[in-house]
């Protein structure tokens, strides 16, 4: 197999866990440094807009699930394997809610000032290329036992991105 990532597949399970809690931490910090500075340039603009509530509200509760979810993948660095699957998995929920409402955030933020292609394309290109990576990681998967197995986890995982998205970009603008 050509490896075109660089990923060293002799790897030990303890060494990846330390790779990947590392950099899911590094990703949580950039997005968590990007909200906070939008948010500190949205708190010093004193807007009527009717959205602009709901754009604070999400933009700040981002931050500290985004914060949770980088401490949920600091313990996957260490814990045994039984606690690496508890770990990695509040560490995904926690960076996937995070990461949608600061997406839902900035989508408010460019409808509610009636930019409203940019806030759609915003959406509509999440929404595609989840499901591409979603499809390919199951289409790529090694055999039948496997792909049923991804083809659940990702209808979950799909699931709950589109409430998020419904809940924190659609509904919003409807009621």
Known sequence: MINLFNQDYNETPKEFSKTKGSERIQINNILSAITIAVLTILAQNQDSNSYYTIILSELSAAIPILILSSLAYSKICYRSHNEYIYWNGSG???HTIGYFLLI??????????????PAKTLLITTLVLIIIYSILDIVTSPDKSVRIERTKEKAIKLTIYLLILLLGAIFPIYY
């Not at 839902?104 to 292609?117: A, K, M, N, P």
């Open 92 to 94: 995904w929920l926690t």
């Open 104 to 117: 839902d955030g900035i989508f408010l933020l460019l409808y509610s000032h009636s930019f409203i292609v």
